[in-house]
């Protein structure tokens, strides 16, 4: 939900020249707050309430809402025409149209969002298989948070509350499963990340677009085809813990997709609205570690994965942020035990 150029928008950098950083960062506490809100909306008669568990002034939260121009106020209800508009998309997505498993027990999506996109929070009787054609989804969850690129998903049981964050334009190409077709096989009974394969990405990326009636028919055999080749598809671990406050999802969702960016983590406070000490305690309590040590595990399984699939290790080193080659080498090796060099060599023995 956090847009990437909300801080260049005129009415925000004067309320940010105001209110200073802080506002900032008390503006996307509101829209946070908004936007689990029945119509994006709230009561004024709420905002003491507010104000308390924001740890600032009444007067404060008033001057941002009222003043600022980034509100809307009508009667005694504020709201965020910018939020409402964000949101539009979700509510037309097919997911919310009727589903039964009895007739069908594998329907799909074929929708577009536009970056920075928050779902609600949702549960559903069936399983979902999260997938994105192009582009990246984290989806967030009881069980943890995972993030799905294209050559991986995420599989979400039946009943586990979730909502997703797409972080750049992306296709939702995602399946809703009735787990009964899904032989009772564990796994499928929690969260978890499994590999893509080339011919199940083609499967779902021929089915999605077309209608999901089907029966005894062509289509049909390809539903059939691809609930086995799932069922054989390894599951994989997820590298990294994963946050699950709003702000750290975008924060490690941006050095996932984007290994090689050197923003430091006062760059990131004060795109934030937090204090550099703070968001260092928040990333620590909510991770386990470092932003420092995340980020660097992250480069490396990137480099890894990279180097497995034939990339020089130049070029792996210098996209992973690494000016110096003899330091990215000295650091993979500390974090794997052997050189790049190894790694690209013995990508052919696999």
């Given at each position: 939900m956090h847009d990437a150029n909300a801080s260049s928008n005129f009415k925000i950098m004067m309320m940010t020249q105001k209110e200073g950083m802080k506002g900032y960062g008390i503006y996307w506490m509101i829209l946070e707050f908004l936007r689990v809100q029945n119509g994006y909306k709230a009561d004024v008669r709420i905002l003491p309430v507010l104000a308390r568990k924001m740890r600032v002034t009444v007067a404060t939260l008033k001057r941002i809402i009222f003043d600022s121009g980034l509100f809307e106020v009508n009667g005694t209800t504020f709201s965020s025409p910018g939020l409402t508009r964000r949101m539009e998309p979700l509510e037309a997505k097919s997911y919310l149209a009727p589903y039964d498993?009895?007739?069908r027990p594998v329907v799909w999506f074929n929708d577009d969002f536009p970056p920075d996109t928050w779902s609600k929070p949702h549960v559903h009787p069936w399983g979902e298989l999260a997938y994105t054609g192009h582009g990246c989804m984290v989806m967030c969850t009881e069980q943890g948070n995972w993030l799905a690129p294209p050559q991986r998903a995420v599989w979400v049981p039946a009943g586990c509350r979730h909502e997703w964050y797409v972080p750049c334009e992306a296709r939702d190409c995602s399946l809703?499963?009735?787990?009964?077709?899904?032989l009772g096989v564990e796994r499928f009974t929690r969260c978890h990340v499994m590999e893509i394969t080339p011919l199940v990405r083609e499967l779902l990326l021929h089915l999605t677009p077309q209608p999901y009636s089907y029966g005894a028919d062509a289509r049909g055999r390809l539903v059939a085809v691809l609930l086995d080749l799932l069922l054989e598809s390894p599951e994989?671990?997820?590298p990294l813990a994963m946050p699950s406050d709003h702000r750290l999802v975008e924060l490690c969702t941006a050095l996932l997709t984007t290994?090689?960016?050197?923003?430091?983590l006062a760059q990131w406070a004060e795109r934030l609205g937090m204090s550099e000490r703070n968001l260092a305690r928040l990333f620590r309590r909510e991770t386990g570690t470092s932003f420092r040590t995340w980020r660097q595990r992250q480069r490396m399984q990137a480099a890894y994965n990279r180097l497995k699939q034939g990339e020089s290790v130049t070029s792996v080193a210098l996209d992973s942020g690494y000016s110096s080659i003899s330091a990215f080498i000295a650091t993979f090796k500390q974090a794997f035990g052997r050189t790049p060099g190894c790694v690209f060599r013995a990508r052919g023995d696999n």
């Open positions: 498993p009895a007739a809703w499963i009735d787990q009964r077709v899904l994989e671990a997820q290994p090689g960016v050197s923003t430091s």
